[in-house]
């Protein structure tokens, strides 16, 4: 453990009035890289003509190009009805079934392309292709299961807490098929977070599985579901069934006994169904399709809406403008079907485009670095979608393995955080190897679909920016007044969309009004009006707009650290930091100071083979002087041997800025190294009181403050 000495910064330490919004933004503008030829000669969106079809004073007609991708039992007779404003409805009196679009419509032509192979962890396991009869076949019976022995009926909610297995999209688009709305749970939540969603949303069915492989490891999955109906009796909802997949035929990988009439394995019920074929509810456009969760906050849980004809056009639509889908490709989304990449990303949007995609169980790094290229190599990917944290995981235990693997993509993408340019031009260098064009989305599980993208043909690339507004979707950036600020300005505010779009989710399940104070209030200009444009939705990120129109995301707007009235985003004291060739990861968080108010300190991890020193220290805050200025300099660096994360890779500031405070650092339970917490405090705790920092009471503001870090609500 090595740490920064403290240092007075007094003379760099102006007073500023700033607004809340107001983000300190330092960061140099980026060069552009352009698509190769080659990539703009095939593209879908390769006509400049598409920007003016989508422009503004064609919306909403604009987003019939996107429905027209979907087969429908009935037309629509009204685009976009704002008739109870913010609670959007499109393609009204438009009826289709999700599961039809995704499945049956695709086996006249083809029946025998894979819909998905699913690669299993341990690596001596078999591939498993599962073609488009095959999945209608199988999504078929596992529906009329649901019907006839479970008792689902169209309307119900049916709770999901199933791993990266090809059960997964089987259970989602066998609820779809029947009307059912579903809920996945992230396999890596605790039995309690499920039992929670599934009291929520009054689940009377369960869908798990008796385990699956992480990092080597065959988990204990069903013991969760015996928690999660414990808890959701609770609070009075009580699970009916529990249907039990197995990871191996004939096997049971649990420890947790089956409870006599609740929990039912799937295989040995299955049989009674086999070859059942189940007629797709027409279900109207604006009904919902599923629950998804968002995650990460205290209270109750947040059960975002989404709907059958909106989002499952917008999906199709931008999966094939901005991933660049083609019949032939090979997709891979390098993410869990347990969040809403997966959902939109993974399932329902390349499946309606007839897509063959790939589905990887593990981790990414099981059982070295080199996985994730093996399996690019052998199946003939060209397409990768993953998240900055999985990149920045791959560049620190594996730089060198990418050029190892005779693979090509033609296209990357980056999703689920800002992504810091050092990261970006790696990922374009080594694992893109110069040839892949990259597209780096920002969107939000409420969003349905991507809403910030530059179109990859028509538009340059620009490190650490995810370009301009999608096709169709108007971006603006208000302050702490709602005045705009303007491109170019320098200056940051509230990421903010003019106008609704068609993935836009529908509400908060069971709670409308949270859904308007959270997303809406703060800029409606009229809660009277039923005009779209006096209703724009606040994303609650922080960002800034270039002179060309790119936007910047700086991250949440409670993931800012205010030093002396300069307010710091985390992303960009993060991506200064990781400009140090020595550094692979890092997390920014607040510390409560006399002086400033609030002084950074940056938790960073070493690449392989690089020792802990103070020179490297030295060099972090040599970075973030020189990145973004002297007002940044950290309190002190912590170099640690890994950084907090959950089960998903994403990074738990919460927990590091607990720790620099001497406060609770909250519940650890879904962390997947939750063993480094304890480690990080002895040693951070122990290293601070025996410099003669004194931990001090902190008020219940700065308790609450601490505990809000880089909260997402």
């Known amino acids: 453990m090595v740490a920064a000495d403290d240092r007075d910064t007094r003379a760099d330490v102006p007073e500023v009035e700033v607004s809340e919004a107001q983000i300190a933004v330092h960061w140099r503008e ?146 779809a098929r029947l009307g059912a709305i579903h809920s996945q ?102 009904s919902t399709l599923f629950l998804m969760y968002t995650s990460g906050t205290t209270g109750r849980p947040k059960g975002c809406q989404h709907s059958t004809g909106g989002y499952l056009s917008y999906v199709a639509g931008t999966s094939k403008y901005y991933l660049d889908i083609h019949p032939e490709d090979t997709y891979w989304c390098f993410a869990d079907i347990g969040w809403i990449t997966g959902h939109s990303y993974i399932v329902y949007g390349p499946l309606a485009l007839g897509t063959t995609s790939v589905m990887y169980e593990g981790t990414p790094t099981y059982p070295d670095a080199g996985r994730p290229w093996r399996i690019a190599e052998r199946l003939g990917v060209n397409i990768f979608h993953t998240s900055p944290t999985t990149i920045r995981m791959l560049r620190k235990v594996g730089p060198d393995e990418p050029a190892k693997y005779n693979y090509h993509f033609k296209l990357m993408t980056t999703v ?42 028509l538009a340059p690339m620009k490190p650490g920016s995810c370009g301009p507004g999608v096709l169709g979707v108007f971006p603006v950036i208000y302050d702490e007044n709602g005045e705009v600020v303007p491109p170019g300005s320098g200056r940051a505010g509230n990421m903010c969309i003019r106008n609704p779009w068609p993935g836009v989710f529908q509400g908060i399940w069971k709670q409308p009004e949270r859904f308007v104070q959270t997303y809406y209030a703060k800029y409606c200009r009229n809660p009277e009006s039923k005009d779209w444009r006096d209703w724009p939705y606040f994303s609650g990120d922080g960002a800034v707009q270039a002179a060309d129109g790119y936007f ?66 030295e060099k972090v805050t040599k970075a973030i002087e020189t990145e973004i200025g002297k ?41 997947a190294n939750p063993e480094v917490v304890e480690e990080i405090r002895r040693a951070v705790q122990k290293a601070k009181i025996d410099r003669g920092e004194v931990p001090r009471q902190l008020t219940p503001e700065e308790l609450e403050e601490i505990r809000a870090f880089g909260r997402v609500e």
């Open 185 to 286: 749970v992230f396999a890596g939540f605790s039995g309690a977070a499920c039992g929670d969603r599934i009291a929520d949303a009054e689940s009377k069915v369960l869908i798990t599985m008796d385990g699956y492989y992480r990092a080597g490891d065959l988990l204990d999955h069903k013991v969760k579901a015996d928690e999660a109906v414990a808890r959701a009796a609770q609070q009075g909802c009580t699970v009916e069934k529990v249907l039990v997949f197995r990871r191996h035929a004939g096997q049971y990988a649990s420890k947790s006994p089956m409870v006599d009439g609740r929990d039912f394995f799937v295989d040995d019920i299955l049989p009674q169904f086999r070859n059942k074929l189940v007629a797709p509810v027409s279900m109207p456009a604006e």
């Open 30 to 175: 980026e060069p552009y890289y352009y698509p190769s030829a080659k990539f703009i000669a095939q593209a879908n969106a390769g006509d400049p003509a598409i920007l003016e079809r989508f422009s503004e004073q064609n919306f909403p007609e604009c987003f019939r190009v996107y429905a027209d991708l979907l087969s429908w039992d009935a037309y629509w007779h009204t685009t976009l009805d704002t008739s109870n404003p913010p609670f959007w409805k499109w393609f009204v009196g438009g009826r289709l079934n999700a599961c039809y679009n995704c499945v049956d419509r695709h086996l006249a032509a083809s029946a025998n392309k894979a819909a998905f192979i699913w690669v299993p962890e341990p690596e001596n396991e078999p591939t498993l292709a599962l073609t488009y009869q095959e999945l209608y076949r199988r999504v078929n019976e596992f529906a009329a299961l649901l019907r006839d022995f479970a008792g689902v009926k169209t309307g119900d909610r049916v709770t999901l807490h199933l791993p990266m297995v090809p059960e997964l999209p089987i259970a989602m688009l066998a609820c």
């Open 552 to 617: 910047r995301i700086l991250g949440r707007v409670d993931d800012v650290i205010n030093v002396a009235g300069h307010r710091l985003g985390t992303k960009e004291l993060e991506s200064a930091t990781l400009t140090v060739p020595e550094i692979a990861e890092a997390a920014a968080v607040p510390v409560m100071d006399e002086l400033r108010g609030r002084a950074v300190e940056m938790y960073v991890t070493l690449k392989p083979g690089v020792a802990a020193s103070t020179e490297i220290t």
């Open 631 to 671: 007002i940044a300099r950290p309190k002190s660096i912590w170099i640690v041997s890994d950084l907090p994360k959950t089960r998903s890779a994403k990074i738990m500031r919460r927990i590091l800025a607990g720790i620099s405070n001497f406060t609770d650092v909250g519940d650890t339970t879904t962390l």
């Open 416 to 457: 689920g955080e800002p992504i810091e340019p050092d990261v970006w031009r790696w990922y374009y260098d080594v694992i893109g190897k110069g040839e892949a064009v990259i597209t780096d989305t920002w969107w939000q599980t409420e969003t349905g679909g991507f809403l910030g993208c530059q179109l990859p043909a």
